[in-house]
C-alpha cells in the first residue's frame, strides 16, 4: 500500500473512532489545493533546463499550513499529499496553529553545483509565491534541503514580497531569523518521546537495553543521550551494516570515529546486518534508518517492548497490528518527529514577534509540549484501545475537523 492510500485508510479508521461526518472524512482525506509548477533554470553549462515542483496545503481551517520543501529526484505529486496530511496531524497533535503543507522539487541536488540549487530554488520561489507567506504557508527545509536553501527562499520571496517578515519561511540561519535549538529538535523530541513511552512501560533506563537503527543526526543523538542516562545501547547500525553487543557499545568511541557521511560499521570486522539488528535482544528499539523497515513478516520477532518510530513510516500498519496485539508500545512517526515542527513553530512565532529566545527556553518549551502531546495520544489509545498510531491520527485531525465545522465548512 503507498503512502497516500495507507494514510487514507488511517483516516478512515479514526474518522470512524471519532464519529466525525462523512462531510469531515471528505474534507480530510485530500488536500485542499496542490499547485503543480515547471519552471526553467540556466545551468552552469549554459543550458537551460525546466524543472518540476508542488505545493501542497492539505487543510488551513486551523491556521496557515507548514511543512518543508523537498529537493529530490523521485518526489511526486502524490507522496507530497500524503506528507501534507502527516504535518497537519502533527500540527494537532501538538496543539500548533497550523494546517498540513509540503512542497517538493523534481532534481537531484547531489548531481548539482552549489550555484544551481540556489537558481533552483529561487526560481521554485518565484514560481509558487501566490499561494505562500508568513500568514498562508510557510515552508521549511527537509529531504535535501537546508538552512542555505531556506535562507536562498527567504531572499527571494522578500524581493518580490518586500513587506513580508522572515516569518514566510523557518529552518533560516540564525542571523537571518533563525532559531535556536532547531539543529536537535529533532532528535530531542524523539528522546522525550522515548522518556515518556519508557516511563509508561515501568523501565527505568540503568536496566534497559536499546538498539538504534540509523546513527545519522536522530538516531546518533538518541544513543548518546539514552548512553548518557545509563542505558545500555546495545546495537547501533548505518548504511553498511550494524553493530551489537550484548555488554552494550561505547557510544562516545564510535561517535568519535565516525565518517563525515556518520558512517562507522566498516570499521568493524564482526557485523550484523540491520535486519538481524531489529529482531536482537533489546527493551526500546529505535527505527531511525527508513520505511519499512518492520513488516508483518518479521513484526513477529521483535523483542522490544517499546518501538519508536524515529523517521516516516518505519512500522507498517499490517506490522503495527501485530505488534499492538502482543503488547508492543509502538511510538508513531507523526508523534516521534514532532519536535522539528514544534521549533519551526517556535521560530515564526519569534519572527512575528521580534523576540528571540535561548537556547533553553526552546528546549523547555519543547519539553512541554512533547510530553503533552504523547500523553494525550496515551491516554486516548487506553480509552479507545486503540493502537498509538490510530490514536495520533484521532488527536491530530480532531482539531482540524473542529475548526472546519466551527467555520461552517462541514
Keep these: 500500500m503507498d503512502p497516500f492510500t495507507a494514510t487514507q485508510e488511517i483516516l478512515r479508521i479514526a474518522q470512524q473512532r471519532l464519529n ?20 526553467p533554470v540556466r545551468m552552469d553549462d549554459g543550458s537551460v533546463r525546466v524543472f518540476t515542483g508542488w505545493r501542497v496545503q492539505h487543510n488551513d481551517a486551523a491556521g496557515p499550513t507548514k ?7 523521485e518526489v511526486d505529486e502524490r507522496e507530497l499529499q500524503a506528507l501534507a496530511i502527516w504535518m497537519t496531524v502533527q500540527c494537532g497533535i501538538a496543539n500548533l496553529p497550523f494546517g498540513g503543507g509540503k512542497g517538493g522539487i523534481q532534481c537531484d541536488p547531489r548531481e548539482m553545483s552549489f550555484h544551481e540549487i540556489e537558481r533552483v530554488s529561487r526560481a521554485y520561489v518565484r514560481a509558487i509565491s501566490q499561494i505562500v507567506g508568513p500568514t498562508k504557508d510557510i515552508p521549511a527545509p527537509d529531504m535535501f534541503s537546508n538552512s542555505q536553501t531556506m535562507a536562498w527562499m527567504l531572499d527571494e520571496y522578500a524581493h518580490l514580497r518586500e513587506f513580508d517578515s522572515p516569518g514566510f519561511i523557518t529552518g533560516k540561519p540564525r542571523i537571518l531569523g533563525g532559531t535556536r535549538g532547531r539543529d536537535v529538535a529533532s532528535g530531542l523530541g524523539v528522546l522525550i518521546c522515548t522518556d515518556q513511552a519508557a516511563a509508561a512501560k515501568g523501565l527505568e533506563w540503568k536496566d534497559v537495553r536499546v538498539a538504534v537503527q540509523g546513527f545519522g543526526n536522530t538516531g546518533s543523538y538518541v544513543a548518546k543521550a539514552l548512553h548518557d542516562r545509563g542505558a545500555r545501547v546495545v546495537a547501533i547500525s548505518d548504511a553498511y551494516g550494524a553493530l551489537y553487543d550484548e555488554k ?67 512500522v507498517t500498519a499490517q506490522a503495527t497490528t501485530v505488534l499492538y496485539e502482543r503488547g508492543t508500545l509502538v511510538i508513531p512517526d507523526v508523534l516521534a518527529n514532532a519536535g522539528e515542527v514544534i521549533v519551526s513553530y ?51 485531525l ?13
Design 248 to 314: 552494550g557499545l561505547d557510544i562516545d568511541d564510535l561517535l568519535e570515529r565516525r565518517d563525515s557521511f556518520g558512517s562507522v560499521t566498516k570499521l568493524f570486522r564482526n557485523t550484523i546486518s540491520n535486519r538481524d539488528l531489529l529482531t536482537c535482544a533489546c527493551d526500546v528499539l529505535v527505527a531511525a534508518a527508513a520505511e519499512n523497515q518492520i513488516t508483518e513478516d518479521n513484526a513477529g520477532q521483535i523483542q522490544a517492548s517499546v518501538v519508536v518510530e524515529a523517521t516516516n513510516n518505519p
Design 20 to 39: 466525525l461526518s462523512d462531510a469531515s472524512l471528505a474534507l480530510l482525506k485530500e488536500p485542499l489545493r496542490t499547485l503543480a509548477v515547471r519552471f
Design 346 to 396: 517556535f521560530e515564526w512565532a519569534q519572527n512575528t514577534e521580534g523576540l528571540y529566545w535561548s537556547e533553553a527556553e526552546v528546549h523547555n518549551r519543547l519539553h512541554t509540549i512533547m510530553e503533552r502531546s504523547f500523553q494525550n495520544v496515551y491516554q486516548t489509545s487506553k480509552h479507545h484501545h486503540v493502537d498509538m498510531r490510530v490514536a495520533a491520527y484521532m488527536v491530530g
Design 67 to 73: 511543512g518543508g520543501i523537498r529537493l529530490h529526484p
Design 398 to 410: 480532531e482539531r482540524t475537523a473542529t475548526a472546519a465545522g466551527l467555520r461552517g465548512w462541514v
